[in-house]
């Protein structure tokens, strides 16, 4: 053959496209399209049937589409067109040109194109699928993409102190930078979704948002898994890897827990902060990094310098840009704030329809000194969304650690007595206030007498007009 094509139906569009061709150039196979039933490859895919023409040039039909024909002082070609089928279904066409010869059958040649064509029909069946899935997993990603960008704003961090709003302020000013961020604060603050929020509001947002833990990786294991290694580089690397600074290449490296590294690799780590360069572990070839570097610790890091167990000149390279996490107990005005956004997430979650906290739970949330930060107060609301199966979050739903203050009514040496009326009272204020106030509709809410309701809310003191 003088060239060959196959040209692939775009069921959603009608439209031929060709997908892989000989004899032609890059800018024709990406230009040419037919439509179905428009020329010779248009008629085969429509109706199924191949088609053998002894001379182009005496075919009215015959497009000359891709330009290859020019002129009729070129040789006289044979043109050759078979259905590519999968079942009863033409999802394409192999062509091609050949040299006209009077003595060549063409009916042969077209059966031994029907057997090329039944042999491409499998793999464009693979192929097909294989660039659906693409195609998939493209707008998929876009999808996740939008919703990282989306879940890490600024304004989905909870919270409205002041401290909150110093925090808020020092990542709109660093975001836009490529400047190198130190994420101080007590473990659970929430150092990750600050570091989240800066790379997705940055410049380098479209690129990698690559996270490292450093303390949950051994320490023989951590230059590897920074910098990547050579195939051979020591026992057990059976191949070259890839480091983090590397996968990160054009976006953000999180290093978290960044006191945990030990002395060897902060000067690697220090190498690629000043130079922007590095190697891999057994490697010579030297790799530039395009990276953004942000990092958070929960130890105090002047000390460590002090102690020599932190180098000072990394220390310094890294507190560029520090912000301050605030924990919880710093915080005491954000408390209801979150507890409210964690009782919404997960009610949803677990398809509860739980409205609000008690007032005794309130007391009690808001008295915890909080030493596990966010991801304390978090995996309480869960807890308590797991065992309640009412509209409202009462003190007994909350765990233990929280109950053993005054506000809990548990403290050693209360009566029985007492525990019961502490518990009677919050259980008619809260029905009066999902009655907003009726004394009749809290009664039977509490399938109890109005006469009997109305005695027990006079003896603990409670007004229902309170509630309206």
């Not at 009782?343 to 309130?362: G, Q, V």
């Amino acid at each position: 053959m003088i060239r060959g094509t196959v040209t692939i139906l775009d069921p959603l569009r009608n439209e031929i496209n060709i997908e892989v061709a000989h004899g032609l150039s890059k800018s024709t196979v990406k230009s040419v399209k037919y439509k179905l039933g428009e020329g010779i490859t248009g008629r085969v895919i429509e109706n199924g049937k191949p088609i053998a023409i002894p001379k182009i040039s005496e075919e009215p039909e015959f497009l000359n589409r891709t330009a290859t024909r020019k002129s009729k002082q070129d040789q006289e070609r044979s043109f050759i067109c078979v259905p590519v089928k999968t079942g009863n279904q033409v999802i394409g066409a192999l062509s091609v040109d050949k040299s006209f010869e009077e003595s060549y059958p063409l009916q042969q040649g077209q059966k031994l194109l029907s057997v090329v064509a039944a042999m491409i029909a499998q793999h464009v069946i693979r192929l097909e699928t294989i660039k659906r899935e693409k195609d998939q997993m493209r707008e998929e990603n876009k999808r996740l993409k939008k919703e990282l960008e989306n879940k890490y704003t600024i304004t989905n961090i909870v919270g409205n102190s002041n401290k909150m709003r110093e925090v808020y302020q020092m990542i709109s000013q660093v975001s836009k930078s490529n400047a190198t961020v130190l994420i101080r604060g007590e473990s659970g603050t929430g150092k990750e979704l600050v570091a989240n929020s800066i790379h997705y509001n940055s410049l380098r947002a479209k690129g990698p948002f690559v996270k490292i833990n450093c303390a949950a990786i051994p320490t023989n294991l951590i230059e590897s898994e920074l910098f990547g290694h050579e195939k051979g580089a020591f026992t057990g690397a059976i191949k070259q890897k890839l480091g983090r600074f590397e996968l990160a290449g054009k976006g953000t490296l999180f290093l978290d827990e960044i006191g945990s590294i030990g002395l060897d690799v902060q000067a690697n780590l220090l190498r690629v902060l000043q130079e922007k360069e590095f190697e891999r572990v057994g490697g010579q070839k030297t790799i530039k990094a395009d990276v953004r570097i942000i990092a958070a610790t929960n130890k105090n890091l002047e000390s460590a310098v002090e102690e020599e167990s932190f180098r000072g000149d990394l220390y310094y390279r890294l507190n560029v840009f520090p912000i301050y996490m605030p924990p919880l107990r710093e915080r005491k005005t954000d408390i209801l704030l979150l507890s409210d956004f964690f009782l919404e997430r997960y009610s949803s979650e677990n398809r509860k329809d739980i409205k609000r906290f008690s007032t005794p739970a309130i007391d009690m949330l808001m008295a915890y000194h909080w030493p596990g930060n966010v991801r304390e107060l978090e995996n309480c609301i869960e807890r308590a969304v797991l065992l309640c199966e009412e509209g409202v979050i009462h003190s007994y739903h909350l765990p233990p650690t929280l109950q053993t203050g005054e506000e809990s009514d548990t403290l050693p040496g209360q009566s029985l007595d007492e525990a019961v009326e502490a518990l009677e009272r919050e259980i008619i204020i809260d029905a009066l206030k999902n009655t907003r106030g009726n004394a009749t509709e809290a009664a039977e809410l509490l399938k109890t007498t109005v006469r009997k309701f109305n005695y027990k809310a006079k003896r603990y003191g409670i007004d229902y007009r309170m509630y309206r």
